[in-house]
């Protein structure tokens, strides 16, 4: 959530940067409701002021033998209107609330405005392959393999939904493994959370309320509201960034960095273009998560921490990517900043995102109340930061299609062998 207070004092900067991302606002009437509660605090906290002054008049009358109907018709009038005022600042600082919830993170100000069109392509790691043979693409590698039984897992759950098996099970669970023993090796807390979150975790993440609707909710007959209702989490970082809401963190604990598995669980249809066939994009997918909590200061660092962690990665993996800076319209509302890890599809002849690492600045803290407190007893929210490291659906398949041979086996990358029982490659 943006801070109210610099869209008060700098609405025309404000309404700049959130343009960058192709979000065009107009403060008038915020303002104008800002003003108008700000006067009638002030009004309320005067009439309180004169009941309170008034109650205190009460014992002395009382005392002299004075009559006290008349103070106490004048309380009862003050207490009526202080009501009456009570809730129309509710109901105003609920407007307010509500419109700012739904504005978008404000883009770091090196950010290019406009959408995939200005991403940078910062930095090509590893060679980009090329084969003496007609390679073929990873669906029929892992169907002629037995790696993925696509037919099954949509005989199961229906379309965007796939079962590992054999060879294919132990290569994700490899990779999982793989992933899970650097992030701990970095000093990375591992966490288990949930896969069912309550509405308040999508909404300090700042994912609710605009895309409620692109997750599965779980059905309750018993909550009819949905902000009482569960939902399945789209990515461990719903669940990481919301640990702490409501706490104040004292600063010697920070920065605090995470990491944790989850499969995720997304509406977000498998479909027939055929850059999106077999598990380029499905309902469910398993990935690691990194999540960090620091300081301003801490944040830019833990920023490039995250983005070389992912990077390491891949590059471990032998597997060809690259590295690319997002345009203030692509990266997504909640973030600030986003670096995108793309790998290589030899298919498809482009690339796809196996990792954002992403930084949200204050925006998730102040949706969800995360603070800290500094060496002088000073209060302030948190920054959290997110990346992917990494999310398998996508990194499978360019491992497949990268590492495959002319005889159609598959090489096994080496960090993956401890973890595949020293097994070098898979074959029919």
Not at 31 to 52: F, H, I, S, W, Y
Not at 245 to 251: F, L, N, Q, R, T
């Amino acid at each position: 959530m943006l801070d109210i207070k610099l869209i008060c004092e700098r609405p025309e900067e404000v309404q700049a940067a959130l343009a960058k991302k192709g979000c065009q606002v107009d403060f008038t009437n915020l303002l104008e409701q800002v003003a108008k509660r700000k006067a009638l605090m002030q009004q309320t906290d005067l009439l309180k002021a004169e009941r309170n002054k008034v109650s205190a008049q009460i014992p002395a009358l009382k005392k002299q033998g004075l009559p006290v109907e008349e103070i106490f018709a004048k309380m009862r009038a003050l207490g009526d209107e202080i009501a009456a005022n009570d809730k129309v600042l509710d109901a105003l600082s609920q407007e307010i609330t509500d419109f700012v919830a739904k504005l978008p993170n404000m883009p770091d100000p090196d950010l290019l405005a406009g959408e995939k069109e200005n991403n940078q392509v910062v930095k090509v790691y590893n060679q980009k392959p090329e084969f003496d043979f007609k390679a073929k693409n990873h669906v029929d590698l892992c169907t002629a393999l037995n790696l993925i039984d696509y037919e099954r897992g949509v005989k199961l759950s229906g379309g965007g939904h796939w079962l590992y098996r054999g060879d294919g099970a132990r290569l994700e669970w490899a990779l999982l493994n793989f992933f899970i023993q650097e992030h701990l090796n970095d000093g990375y807390e591992f966490i288990l959370p949930p896969h069912m979150l309550g509405y308040n975790c999508g909404f300090g993440a700042g994912q609710f309320p605009k895309f409620a609707d692109e997750v599965f909710w779980v059905e309750d007959s018993e909550a009819e509201d949905r902000k009482k209702q569960k939902f399945m989490l789209p990515t461990a970082e719903t669940a990481l960034v919301n640990m702490y809401a409501g706490e104040i963190v004292d600063v010697s604990k920070l920065p605090m960095k995470f990491f944790a598995y989850t499969p995720c669980y997304r509406k977000e249809a498998g479909s027939y273009r055929a850059e999106e066939r077999g598990m380029i994009r499905g309902h469910q997918f398993n990935k690691i998560e990194m999540v960090q909590y620091t300081t301003p200061e801490q944040s830019p660092k833990a920023f490039e921490e995250l983005v070389g962690k992912a990077c390491s990665l891949m590059d471990k993996l032998g597997l060809h990517f690259r590295l690319s800076k997002l345009a203030a319209g692509d990266c997504s509302a909640s973030m600030a900043r986003t670096y995108d890890i793309e790998v290589w599809i030899p298919s498809m002849g482009i690339y796809k995102e196996v990792s954002s690492v992403s930084n949200a600045n204050d925006y998730q803290a102040r949706r969800n109340n995360t603070r800290y407190k500094d060496e002088n007893k000073k209060i302030g929210f948190v920054h959290t930061l997110n990346g992917s490291g990494l999310a398998t659906s996508r990194v499978f398949p360019a491992l497949i299609e990268q590492y495959q041979n002319a005889d159609g086996s598959v090489t096994i990358p080496e960090v993956l062998r401890p973890f595949m029982g020293g097994q070098t490659v898979i074959k029919l």
